[in-house]
């Protein structure tokens, strides 16, 4: 089992990708349970989590498509 309690953090998320295998990945759900007012106490905590990901991913899982996004953000998926 990668994840505690259904949970990833970006290496075991990346770790994932190995046993996926898919060509593609959009990190979602970073931050969620932060709360938003504390981006003034800490501004670079809701930047770090898909970061590291995309970091982990390349690292991890090279043929995969790392494709991070803003909170609201929307993604083209390319066409394969």
Do not use: C, N
């Not at 809701?46 to 590291?52: G, R, T, W």
Request: net charge positive; proline share 14%.
């Amino acid at each position: 089992m990668l994840g505690r309690a259904g949970h990833l953090d970006p290496v075991k998320a990346a770790q994932s990708l190995r046993l996926i295998r898919p060509r593609a990945t959009v990190p979602i759900h970073w931050g969620t349970y932060w709360p938003h007012a504390m981006a003034r106490v800490y501004p670079g905590r809701l930047l770090e989590p898909p970061a590291a990901f995309a970091e982990q991913s390349a690292e991890l899982a090279p043929d995969v498509r790392t494709l991070p996004t803003a909170p609201g953000e929307t993604v083209e998926l390319p066409r394969w």
